[in-house]
Structures are given as C-alpha cells and as structure tokens.
C-alpha cells in the first residue's frame, strides 16, 4: 500500500472551508484515494473516493491533480459537528486491508 | 441489522484475564473486518473473514489473539491472558462480498488494569 503523509491537526471556525492534503508520491497505476472521517467513540466511516480530477457529493470534494501524488478533500462551510479525524488512504478500490495512518484532527470552533 | 453492532462497549479486565469481544454484522454481509486502534493512532489491521473462513489473520498481534466466525455470521475476538499493551479500542467491520463499503460499528473499548 503506498503511504500517505496528512497534517497532524488543523483548526477552524464555522462556515469556512476546511482543505485537508494529503501526500501520496509512490501512488500506483490501480490504487484509489479513499477518506474517511472518525468521530470521538465511533468506527470511521467512508466519506469519498476519487481515481482522478476531481469528485463531488453531498458531504465533500475530493480534488487530485493529474500527476496524483497528492490530493486535497475539501470540506464546505464546516459546523461544530465536522470536528473529527479525517483519513486518507490509498490502494486498490476493493483492498480488504485498509492502511489508515494517523489521521488529521479536524477542529472546529464556534 | 442496520448497522454493525459490537458488545460489549466498554470491557475493563484485570491483567491475565482472558476477553471476548462479540460482532454482529449487517446482515447479508460476506466479508468481516476486525481493527485494532490505539489511542490517538489510526485503526490497524488484525484479520479478515469470508463467510466463516478466516482468509487473512497477519494482523494479530500475537498468539494469545483468536478470532472466529463459525456460522458466517457474527465474530468474536478473543484475547487470553490479557496484558496493558492490549487496552485499545477494537473495531469490527463488515462489507458485502466484492469488499465495497465498508461499515464499521462504534467498537468496543478495552481497558486492561
């Protein structure tokens, strides 16, 4: 699984954009770049997956370029409740070992 | 179910005690997942069910980890002669067979005293 690199901790307030990169360099030509958010006391749960460009649902943006050695999820108008620990994880779209990291903490402030 | 659910939530033991952590996952779900994570550390791996067969248990840290699926259907993990570095959160997941979607449940939080 190649590895990822993410920021520690990041803070912010509510109603702004919160953008969260995550390096990848030695992605391979078959893995996906898969986030997923952790809330305190709670398993992670998928928020999005992106091979290329850039995705989009109702939760986040997922935006990579095209050399994909990095990609950058962007949360919209945060609230109090996206304060959590977000992951991002590479490798193929249907890897049973998920490779998390340590994750970035995400705080939101009022 | 809806979700995935685990008992017990919370499991305090004393050192050398043995433990079991039950999983309950969605119904229909092929594959089954258990996690290990440490306080302030992402989830890591410990082993992987496909219906009862245990196709991968790399992840275990060491013999005293067992984990079993006997029916396809709920797991337990069971941990003997438990030790301090054992006390971490331990999640179970499970997802339908071509292994898209996970669905992890809240885990079950084990303290070794």
């Known amino acids: 699984l190649a590895k990822t690199t993410q920021p520690i901790s990041m803070d912010s307030y509510e109603g702004q954009e919160v953008n969260i990169t995550c390096s990848h360099n030695?992605?391979?030509?078959?893995?996906?770049i898969t986030w997923y958010q952790q809330f305190p006391s709670q398993g992670p749960r998928f928020i999005i997956q992106?091979?290329?460009t850039k995705v989009t649902n109702e939760v986040a943006s997922l935006f990579i370029p095209a050399d994909r050695k990095s990609s950058t999820l962007s949360l919209p108008r945060v609230s109090l409740s996206d304060t959590a620990v977000y992951y991002c994880l590479v490798g193929v779209i249907n890897d049973y070992k998920l490779s998390f990291g340590a994750g970035t903490t995400v705080t939101v402030r009022a | 179910g809806a979700g995935v659910s685990q008992s017990p939530r919370y499991k305090v033991a004393k050192r050398g005690q043995d433990v079991a952590l039950r999983c309950d996952p969605i119904s229909g779900h092929v594959s089954l997942f258990w996690y290990q994570q440490a306080l302030g550390q992402g989830p890591e791996f410990l082993t992987y069910?496909?219906?009862?067969?245990?196709?991968?248990k790399s992840g275990l840290p060491s013999d005293r980890f067992f984990a079993e699926r006997p029916e396809g259907s709920v797991s337990t993990l069971k941990i003997q002669r438990t030790q301090q570095e054992d006390s971490a959160v331990y999640l179970c997941?499970?997802?339908?067979?071509?292994?898209?979607?996970?669905?992890f449940g809240s885990g079950t939080r084990l303290t070794v005293v």
């Open positions: 030695n992605i391979a030509t078959n893995d996906y």
């Open positions: 997941a499970s997802s339908s067979a071509d292994n898209y979607g996970y669905t």
């Open positions: 069910f496909q219906n009862e067969a245990q196709l991968d």
């Open positions: 992106g091979y290329k």
